[in-house]
């Protein structure tokens, strides 16, 4: 039997099992047509290879749809594979990061080794001061102890010598008043202690004298070298004592030595002074 071209290419759009299968039939069907295959025959065959081609067409339209799916998934798989590129991608400059960081904390790590180094070093040094200022307050403590023991001692020299002056001084003193400033002396000048607020303080001259008809309270202090310090504590109690008594004082400072800036004070403070040589007869 003649088979047309149009056949031909359908059978080579056909899946090849299927293929083989109509070219055996074909064949079988030459075969019988060869035996005289009745027209009955025939008819049921061409209906048999109608419903080949249109099973043809059902899996041609599977195929289709199929190879779209293949085409879709193709297409996810290019959208993963941008993603697990673009993931590589952001683990790499992760992976820079973490590395740049590792080093960063290696390096802190290294500095803070430096500073507990110098801590511990300062630390000794600290501990090095505090022990040679230990030292140093044991050696104050001890120079203090000395010079405790030596204003003990001079304190009694000094006393020794005040005590001396003034003894000249009660003696000779009223003249100098008299001749000097116009002051009567009225009694006698002696040592005292007075009270003044709570304390009783000792007055190294004391006495009462007269000034053109005027009532004076006489009040000295007598020191080898006063200083600032000590005249205006003897300006504060001479002061508390003259109000305390309602009588104008006269103040006096009998001294070894004044030394040219102790002279120029007193003088500001109008305050008298006597040198001790004047004392001599």
């Given at each position: 039997?003649?088979?047309?071209v149009?056949?031909?290419k359908r059978l080579e759009?056909v899946?090849?099992?299927l293929?083989?299968v109509l070219?055996a039939m074909?064949e079988?069907?030459?075969?019988q047509?060869e035996?005289?295959v009745?027209?009955?025959?025939?008819?049921?065959?061409r209906?048999?290879?109608?419903?080949l081609?249109?099973?043809?067409?059902?899996?041609e339209?599977?195929?289709d749809?199929?190879?779209?799916?293949?085409?879709e998934l193709a297409?996810?798989?290019?959208?993963t594979?941008?993603?697990v590129e673009e993931?590589a991608?952001?683990?790499k400059?992760t992976e820079?990061?973490?590395?740049?960081?590792?080093?960063r904390?290696?390096?802190l790590?290294?500095?803070?080794?430096?500073?507990?180094?110098?801590?511990?070093s300062?630390?000794q040094?600290?501990?090095?001061?505090?022990?040679?200022?230990?030292k140093?307050?044991e050696e104050?403590?001890?120079?203090?102890?000395?010079?405790?023991a030596?204003e003990?001692?001079?304190?009694?020299?000094?006393h020794?010598?005040g005590?001396?002056?003034?003894?000249?001084?009660?003696?000779?003193?009223p003249?100098i008043l008299?001749?000097?400033y116009?002051?009567e002396?009225d009694g006698r000048?002696?040592r005292k202690?007075?009270?003044?607020g709570?304390?009783n303080?000792q007055?190294?001259i004391?006495?009462?004298?007269k000034?053109d008809?005027?009532r004076?309270?006489i009040?000295g202090?007598?020191k080898?070298?006063?200083s600032?310090?000590?005249?205006?504590?003897?300006?504060?109690?001479a002061?508390?004592?003259?109000?305390?008594?309602?009588?104008e004082?006269?103040?006096i400072?009998?001294a070894?030595?004044f030394?040219p800036a102790?002279e120029e004070?007193?003088?500001e403070e109008k305050i008298?002074y006597i040198?001790s040589?004047?004392?001599?007869?």
């Amino acid at each position: 039997m003649p088979v047309s071209v149009s056949f031909i290419k359908r059978l080579e759009a056909v899946d090849p099992q299927l293929r083989s299968v109509l070219i055996a039939m074909l064949e079988e069907i030459e075969r019988q047509r060869e035996e005289s295959v009745t027209k009955k025959e025939f008819n049921e065959l061409r209906d048999i290879v109608k419903e080949l081609a249109v099973a043809q067409k059902k899996t041609e339209i599977r195929i289709d749809s199929l190879a779209q799916k293949v085409e879709e998934l193709a297409e996810a798989q290019r959208r993963t594979e941008a993603i697990v590129e673009e993931l590589a991608e952001a683990q790499k400059k992760t992976e820079a990061r973490v590395n740049s960081l590792a080093q960063r904390v290696e390096e802190l790590a290294e500095a803070q080794k430096k500073t507990e180094a110098r801590v511990d070093s300062l630390a000794q040094k600290v501990e090095e001061l505090a022990e040679a200022q230990r030292k140093t307050e044991e050696e104050i403590r001890v120079l203090v102890r000395r010079m405790d023991a030596f204003e003990d001692r001079l304190e009694g020299i000094s006393h020794s010598v005040g005590y001396s002056l003034e003894n000249r001084v009660y003696g000779r003193l009223p003249s100098i008043l008299r001749e000097r400033y116009g002051i009567e002396v009225d009694g006698r000048l002696v040592r005292k202690y007075v009270p003044v607020g709570n304390k009783n303080i000792q007055v190294n001259i004391y006495g009462y004298g007269k000034k053109d008809g005027k009532r004076l309270l006489i009040l000295g202090e007598c020191k080898v070298r006063p200083s600032r310090n000590e005249i205006r504590r003897f300006e504060k109690y001479a002061e508390k004592i003259g109000s305390d008594q309602g009588v104008e004082i006269f103040p006096i400072v009998v001294a070894h030595d004044f030394p040219p800036a102790i002279e120029e004070f007193l003088r500001e403070e109008k305050i008298p002074y006597i040198w001790s040589y004047e004392l001599e007869d």
